[in-house]
């Protein structure tokens, strides 16, 4: 196999690589924005039922912000624990094809300059903690509702 031909396969490896890490990520971002939009609908359906509350029992309230908190859960579990492990294999699997093919004519450094770049895993998180916040507060004002009346 002459060299051009060896690094034609390295870059066709890459690039299939790359595809999967795109694909993972993809899905990741339309997971945590249409998750993030269902909350915002719930949330405001919530807010809308709970103006009316003389109407509508507090324990009622109580069910919906623990229904949505589950909720939340499970998306957190399925991105971070699974979706995100995906990926980060992915990005592994990337990284040490870039370490191990540096002497190559076609050496592509996407991947490890993009995670030297983002080091922290505690973003995702993050945005599951803040998205986290307003369920955690209707919890706390339907049960102080609750107890109080």
Not at 39 to 44: F, H, R
Not at 47 to 68: E, H
Not at 112 to 137: C, D, E, H, M, Q
């Amino acid at each position: 196999m002459t060299e051009a031909e060896k690094n034609e396969q390295f870059f066709e490896l890459w690039c299939k690589y790359e595809d999967m890490t795109v694909h993972f990520n993809g899905i990741i971002l339309k997971l945590r924005i249409q998750a993030l939009a269902l909350l915002s609908i719930l949330m405001t359906t919530i807010g809308i039922i709970a103006k009316n509350s003389d109407k509508v029992p507090f324990i009622f309230l109580i069910f919906m912000f623990l229904t949505l908190c589950i909720f939340w859960i499970a998306i957190w579990l399925l991105d971070i624990k699974y979706y995100n492990k995906i990926l980060n294999a992915n990005v592994d699997a990337l990284v040490k094809l870039e370490g191990e093919n540096k002497n190559h004519i076609i050496h592509p450094i996407l991947s490890t300059a993009i995670r030297n770049k983002v080091k922290s895993s505690l973003y995702p998180n993050l945005f599951y903690i803040l998205g986290s916040l307003p369920i955690f507060i209707g919890l706390f004002w339907s049960f102080k509702k609750y107890v109080c009346v």
